[in-house]
């Protein structure tokens, strides 16, 4: 059973263009959170999505993120007009359920390098 | 508001010796306690977890925590650190069963051979 798929690993983008970070859960897990981890900082919740719906994304920047979890395919996190501040590591965690001892598995982590 | 913090940002050991590392979180209702590391160029990964039960959790790889609720503590111990033990360590705390995870800002653990 794979485990959390991200890709790419690393993204290198000029300010102005968009990035794409993709997130491919465990096999039957239907909970996907996004996390971004900016330097010399913890992780920081962004979005919580289960299939087609996104549930919370409190944690989001209110312009140019944008975050999907369609039917088919992996989740998806936008970054629209990229700017310096954006460079960070991006993580994608998946679990089969949420609420009371649930544990959530992580991904490796897209490092976006905005230049 | 809730935060965790974690007290060292870097820690240099060398192989043998014993690591403590601090974690502490800022509130009194029901938390769901986590140690990740991330090894260089890998995922985060769990070392262990604390749900409810025996306040001293063992976990992965020779480590163990042990949830103190009186000091709002969760320290990741280890009596004898090896070099692959170099990596970065998150404590992570879920707070009244929420989904989202608060993450401390991790700390750096170097072992020197």
């Known amino acids: 059973n794979a485990g959390v798929m991200q890709n790419p690993r690393h993204l290198v983008r000029r300010r102005g263009q968009e990035a794409r970070l993709r997130c491919s859960p465990m096999?039957?897990?239907?909970?996907v959170y996004w996390y971004r981890q900016l330097p010399e900082e913890g992780l920081k919740f962004m979005v919580y999505?289960?299939?087609?719906?996104?549930?919370?994304e409190s944690g989001m920047p209110k312009e140019r993120f944008s975050a999907e979890f369609p039917k088919e395919g992996p989740s998806i996190l936008r970054i629209q007009q990229v700017v310096r501040g954006d460079s960070a590591a991006y993580f994608c965690?998946?679990?089969?359920?949420?609420?009371?001892?649930?544990?959530?598995?992580f991904g490796q982590g897209t490092r976006l390098t905005v230049v | 508001a809730q935060s965790v913090s974690q007290h060292n940002h870097h820690v240099i050991l060398s192989e043998a010796a014993s690591l403590e590392l601090g974690c502490n979180y800022s509130?009194?209702?029901?938390?769901?306690l986590f140690w990740y590391v991330q090894y260089p160029g890998q995922h985060l990964q769990l070392l262990l977890k604390?749900?409810?039960?025996?306040?001293l959790v063992k976990g992965i790889k020779g480590f163990e925590a042990e949830f103190i609720k009186s000091k709002f503590s969760f320290n990741l111990r280890k009596p004898s650190v090896q070099w692959s033990d170099t990596a970065e360590y998150f404590c992570?705390?879920?707070?009244?069963?929420?989904?989202?995870?608060?993450f401390g800002a991790g700390t750096t653990v170097t072992v020197r051979a």
């Open positions: 965690a998946s679990s089969p359920q949420t609420g009371l001892n649930t544990e959530a598995f």
């Open positions: 096999k039957g897990h239907s909970h």
């Open positions: 999505l289960q299939k087609e719906n996104i549930i919370d």
């Open positions: 509130y009194g209702g029901t938390v769901n």
């Open positions: 604390y749900f409810s039960g025996d306040p």
């Open positions: 992570a705390v879920n707070f009244n069963n929420d989904y989202k995870l608060s």
